[in-house]
């Protein structure tokens, strides 16, 4: 199983940017697929997870209405969309897959109940 993060970058306060998670050898319609964060100093945060199922969502409450979250089955692919961007942003985002099938509510924001993970990508955001 291979997960691989895409689409950091530098970003000046009030930008957006699109994260790419690319997924391969797993049966991507079987997973939840996580995004996470860990700023300077920072525990890793959970953000936003989807069910490939079914594309049920769920968000962190601190960033709920500046992130979304979504897929595309046909790619493998679960994209984290974020708005203005400000330098509290700044962090390295990791994604992660947690096999699904047979879980019940709504995916996950526990970094402990995800089983692979990508190596990241850095958001710098300046202000």
């Known amino acids: 199983v291979q997960l691989v993060e895409s689409g950091g970058g530098l970003v000046q306060a009030g930008g957006s940017l699109r994260l790419s998670c690319a997924t391969s050898g797993l049966i991507f319609d079987e997973y939840a697929i996580g995004w996470f964060r860990e700023g300077p100093g920072m525990v890793r945060e959970g953000l936003a997870s989807?069910?490939?199922?079914?594309?049920?969502?769920r968000y962190s409450y601190s960033v709920k209405g500046q992130f979304t979250i979504s897929r595309d089955s046909a790619k493998n692919t679960v994209y984290l969309q974020i708005n203005n961007l400000t330098p509290e942003d700044t962090a390295v985002y990791y994604c992660?897959?947690?096999?699904?099938?047979?879980?019940?509510?709504?995916?996950?924001?526990?970094?402990?109940?995800?089983?692979?993970w990508g190596r990241g990508t850095q958001v710098t955001v300046s202000s």
């Open positions: 992660a897959a947690r096999f699904a099938i047979g879980t019940r509510g709504m995916p996950s924001l526990e970094p402990h109940e995800y089983t692979y």
């Open positions: 989807i069910l490939s199922t079914d594309g049920s969502t």
